[in-house]
């Protein structure tokens, strides 16, 4: 079983930046591959980052190729969202995930509470 908790979001305006943190209890973090989704108003919840058990791999949305980097320290048991370059359409809920590597919702089975990410144009 691994609980998950986010936390650093908040309000910043385009262009700017901001760190997403997840918490990781439980002794087998290092064997889930973990992620983002994120949810906008009145939008369907969308993947965002990937990263594998060792971080040897990680993948990203085009939406936000280039601007935003994915990493984690199984010493801590965190995972981190780095968010550079942000933009108003990347105002949403952001959740912390981990299960099997990929970008399809299902194959996470385990989910954080999620983290308001406001970008002010």
């Known amino acids: 079983q691994v609980q998950l908790v986010e936390s650093g979001g908040g309000l910043v305006q385009a262009g700017g930046s901001l760190r997403l943190s997840c918490a990781a209890s439980?002794?087998?973090?290092?064997?889930?591959?973990m992620g983002w989704f994120r949810r906008a108003p009145g939008k369907a919840r969308e993947f965002v980052a990937a990263?594998?058990?060792?971080?040897?791999?990680?993948s990203y949305a085009d939406s936000v190729k280039g601007r935003f980097t994915i990493s984690r320290d199984n010493s801590k048991n965190m995972v981190y969202l780095q968010m550079n370059g942000l933009k108003p359409e990347d105002t949403a809920v952001y959740y912390c995930?981990?299960?099997?590597?990929?970008?399809?919702?299902?194959?996470?089975?385990?989910w954080g509470q999620g983290t308001q990410v406001t970008v002010s144009s």
């Open positions: 990263i594998s058990v060792t971080g040897a791999r990680t």
């Open positions: 995930v981990g299960g099997t590597y990929g970008s399809i919702k299902s194959t996470y089975e385990y």
């Open positions: 439980g002794r087998t973090f290092s064997t889930y591959s």
